[in-house]
């Protein structure tokens, strides 16, 4: 092992490297290569980002899935398996020479995506340091943060070098090179699951209630910052910005997110999870709706980027606290699923919104839905004031 014993820092510079160039080379791909696959191909933008919601859809297909092979077998192989099925889709789109092709590949990438993102890392650490994961979560979202940081630069020369497939192709070689080696000898191996012969345990969390609130607030949310991530310099542009400045207040939220997790970080996890999900929540329902007054539009984006970028911690700590480690894992692919599933939908909704409805309705839209994470934290937490009166 290369310094991963469990609850080393190992472990989760690791998982870091790994969550780096996995989300740069599938959730920010296209940031950077849909204009050039557009212009050598000749497809529309449509089917182009078309291959993304179809990667998403795959990846919340497998979701449950995944989850119960991460408990059965531990996070070693399934992330391996991972970073194998990534650089195969990636190889996949870089020779594809039509669209069927280049949607198979982002199938493939889909499926590396559900086993080797974060939900399949929170899987692995919870599976690794039990109810004392949260802040090995925390640690690992802070190296998750610079994946568009890292890799957007990285795409840009790789594209002006390489072309978009060579792009492709050289991602595929990173992961078979780089990260799935890490895999295989930075994580862990893990001889036995911690409750394989307790299933019942699983299958009691979809009964409480606590299980449905959290996946009402977790899909909502997914909805609503996959619509901002794909669509907010048409957003903002539509308010009077030119592309430019659009680029430059979207920036800020980068560096918040990253502000914000090391916020959390400092302050030690000496509060429930569940507070953690009310300020993510929170902050970016104020981020959206301030985007509708004369407020000015970075600070808003900095507020919506801070609570985006611990809602990424609340995401794995919350399904921890609430549930426990036995059955962490399961739990975990069966949130994901919903979440994973309307992801894939929202970026052709968000599309039909702006076009039905222009950008300052569809805004407004954003708002009211951010509410619904907000009210599923805040029901959470009176249950907990409930449990801790009784």
């Given at each position: 092992?290369?310094?991963?014993?469990?609850?080393?820092?190992?472990?989760?510079?690791?998982?870091?490297?790994?969550?780096?160039?996995?989300?740069?080379?599938?959730?920010?791909?296209?940031?950077?290569?849909?204009?050039?696959?557009?212009q050598?191909?000749?497809?529309?933008?449509?089917?182009?980002?078309?291959?993304?919601?179809?990667?998403?859809?795959?990846?919340?297909?497998?979701?449950?899935?995944?989850?119960?092979?991460?408990?059965?077998?531990?996070?070693?192989?399934?992330?391996?398996?991972?970073?194998?099925?990534l650089?195969?889709?990636?190889?996949?789109?870089?020779?594809?020479?039509?669209?069927?092709?280049y949607?198979?590949?982002?199938?493939?990438?889909?499926?590396?995506?559900?086993?080797?993102?974060?939900?399949?890392?929170?899987?692995?650490?919870?599976?690794?340091?039990?109810?004392?994961?949260?802040?090995?979560?925390?640690?690992?979202t802070?190296?998750?943060?610079?994946?568009?940081?890292?890799?957007?630069?990285?795409?840009?020369?790789?594209?002006?070098?390489?072309?978009?497939?060579?792009?492709?192709?050289?991602?595929?070689?990173?992961?078979?090179?780089?990260?799935?080696p890490?895999?295989v000898?930075?994580?862990?191996?893990?001889?036995?699951?911690?409750?394989?012969?307790?299933?019942?345990?699983?299958?009691?969390?979809?009964?409480?209630?606590?299980?449905?609130?959290?996946?009402?607030?977790?899909?909502?949310?997914?909805?609503?910052?996959?619509?901002?991530?794909?669509?907010?310099?048409?957003?903002?542009?539509?308010?009077?910005?030119?592309?430019?400045?659009?680029?430059?207040?979207?920036a800020?939220?980068?560096?918040?997110?990253?502000?914000?997790?090391?916020?959390?970080?400092?302050?030690?996890?000496?509060?429930?999870a569940?507070?953690?999900?009310?300020?993510?929540?929170?902050?970016?329902?104020?981020?959206?709706?301030?985007?509708?007054?004369?407020?000015?539009?970075a600070?808003?984006?900095?507020?919506?980027?801070?609570?985006?970028?611990?809602?990424?911690?609340?995401?794995?700590?919350?399904?921890l606290?609430?549930?426990?480690?036995?059955?962490?894992?399961i739990?975990?692919?069966?949130?994901?699923?919903?979440?994973?599933?309307?992801?894939?939908?929202?970026?052709?909704?968000?599309?039909?919104?702006?076009?039905?409805?222009g950008?300052?309705?569809?805004?407004?839209?954003?708002?009211v839905?951010?509410?619904?994470?907000?009210?599923?934290?805040?029901m959470?937490?009176?249950?907990?004031?409930?449990?801790?009166?009784?």
């Amino acid at each position: 092992m290369i310094g991963t014993a469990p609850g080393g820092q190992g472990l989760v510079a690791v998982l870091g490297i790994v969550q780096i160039f996995a989300w740069g080379s599938t959730y920010y791909l296209l940031a950077v290569l849909a204009d050039p696959i557009v212009q050598d191909t000749g497809w529309s933008r449509l089917m182009v980002m078309g291959g993304f919601s179809l990667g998403l859809l795959a990846a919340g297909l497998a979701a449950m899935r995944i989850g119960r092979l991460i408990q059965q077998y531990g996070g070693r192989p399934v992330m391996a398996g991972a970073m194998l099925l990534l650089a195969i889709g990636l190889a996949v789109l870089g020779l594809s020479p039509g669209l069927a092709g280049y949607m198979l590949g982002w199938v493939l990438l889909g499926l590396g995506m559900g086993a080797g993102l974060y939900d399949a890392a929170f899987s692995t650490l919870g599976r690794i340091h039990g109810s004392h994961a949260r802040k090995a979560i925390t640690q690992l979202t802070l190296w998750g943060g610079f994946a568009s940081t890292v890799c957007w630069p990285i795409s840009a020369l790789l594209v002006e070098s390489l072309g978009w497939r060579g792009t492709c192709l050289a991602y595929a070689a990173l992961h078979l090179l780089v990260t799935l080696p890490l895999c295989v000898y930075g994580i862990p191996r893990q001889a036995s699951a911690l409750s394989v012969n307790r299933p019942v345990a699983a299958k009691r969390a979809p009964q409480d209630a606590r299980f449905w609130i959290l996946a009402l607030g977790l899909t909502a949310f997914s909805i609503l910052s996959t619509i901002v991530s794909v669509h907010l310099l048409s957003l903002l542009q539509a308010q009077g910005l030119t592309i430019a400045a659009a680029v430059a207040v979207g920036a800020v939220i980068g560096p918040s997110q990253v502000g914000a997790r090391v916020v959390e970080m400092l302050l030690g996890g000496r509060h429930h999870a569940v507070w953690t999900m009310l300020a993510a929540t929170v902050l970016t329902g104020l981020g959206i709706a301030g985007l509708n007054t004369a407020l000015p539009p970075a600070l808003l984006l900095a507020v919506y980027g801070a609570g985006n970028g611990i809602w990424s911690i609340a995401r794995g700590a919350v399904p921890l606290a609430l549930f426990g480690p036995d059955t962490y894992a399961i739990i975990m692919g069966r949130l994901a699923t919903p979440a994973l599933l309307a992801g894939a939908v929202a970026p052709l909704l968000g599309a039909a919104m702006i076009d039905g409805l222009g950008a300052g309705q569809t805004m407004q839209v954003l708002a009211v839905l951010a509410l619904v994470p907000v009210g599923a934290a805040l029901m959470l937490l009176r249950g907990l004031s409930r449990s801790a009166t009784t």
